[in-house]
């Protein structure tokens, strides 16, 4: 391959109208998004949630996650309304403390409902299909405007406070700030893994194949990728698949990486049809892959390795995590980690308010799993409940920092802690 060249360039520039102005803007309705919305409106704030597909709930939804992982319970009010309302439609496990069961199955169609009723409840300005695409920022690093384009085209959105919860920090990219992605050596992100749904046929006449010679044939379970299966409901079960080496942040990878997962999804099941003889029948493919990590904003303290490995303890702590260093090796596609299986441990440890504050920026804030982390902190601080603890301590700081009208990081950070344990975060480790 010769040296790319530099596209060319074209200017864009455009008046559009602004159409949306509240206190706390949280871009992106992941679970660390809409805990972040829901735990600020929850104060009085007026906030809007702007989230680019049908539903809510990002990787728990969209992407297939189906299992809270870590301790599910003292994560926050936020996070046990939620669990109530699951528990009201019988669409979660029951509850057994970490580290007896590390992971608690629910439903994700139905979680995507809890969400959005969730978030209408609390008075949530709710856009979907709504995509973040720019922001105007000034030389302070003050976001003033954000641009988000939905089906009447590209508007403006005006608040105090932002909160990027994009999962690949789009905002912190768009504006210029700081950010860090994958290893620190190559930037290679951890795998991205497909997941599908498949039921057991109970006709025999009624199965489905996959067509001799329209993708590659897997005949030894060596040489299948790492497949995770686990228990869907009835006659049904939940797969995973990893696909290493694509670039979340990258609009080509990504792409490729979406067609790579719908084909070794289809290799594998034809692997489990034809090989092993089970009668499944390919119920539903998640429709985006799922991403462990995309860019993670620098903020005012990045949280290392190091501190999850001493348990440490901050001051100025908002959430806890406790689950192992979920680690899988990025570059191959075999069930493998970069640690060693002993090193994947580590104690609860506490995570700092400045890890979700920009260090770029004066009112943008993180949560979820583009917050400020090494690759391997994050491994195990990205899981669903450490998201929604972050995402309501963000939207608290958020909405305390309207309250006084300064910048988040100009806030008591001991208030915040106090506000974050008063609403039911167990931040002891
Ligand atoms: C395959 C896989 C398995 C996992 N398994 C588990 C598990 O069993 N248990 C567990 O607890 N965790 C698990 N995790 C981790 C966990 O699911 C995620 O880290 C967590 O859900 C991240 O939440 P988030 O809100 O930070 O990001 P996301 O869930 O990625 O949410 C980001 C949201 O922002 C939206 N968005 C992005 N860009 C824009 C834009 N430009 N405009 C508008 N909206 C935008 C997205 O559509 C999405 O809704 C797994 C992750 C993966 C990928």
Redesign the pocket.
Known sequence: MGASIAPEQVYWNRKVPLRYEAEIAV????????TAAVSAARTGAKVIL????AV???????????????ETAGQGQVFDEMIADLEKYHAVAPYVPYPKAD?RLFNHTILAVVLQEMLLRHKVKLLLH????DVSVNDDGVIKECI?CGKTGPEALRAKIYID????A?VAHMAGFSTLKGRSEDQVQLP????FFIRHAEDEHAREEVPEGRFEAIRDKADLPMTSIWPNGPRGNAI?VKIPMFDATDTESMTAAEIRARRRMMEVLDYYQKVEKRKWLLDYCSP??????GRRVVGDYVLALEDLRAGRKFDDAIARGV?YL?AHKPDDDKRTYMLGHHDLKVPPYQIPLRCLIAKDARNMMI?????SAEQLALSSA??????AMM?QAAGIAASLSIEMDCDPREIDPLLVRRTVERNGAKLDV
Do not use: L, P, W
């Open positions: 871009i992106g309705g992941g679970m660390a998004g809409v702007i989230e680019r597909f809510v709930g990002g990787n728990a939804t969209t992407g297939g996650v189906g299992a809270f992982c870590g992971h709504t995509q973040f695409v988000v919860c994009t999962g690949e789009q991205m893994s497909m997941m995973k985006q892959i799922g991403i462990r990590e689950y979920d949560a979820g799993r583009c917050m990205r899981v669903m409940t450490t998201c995402g």
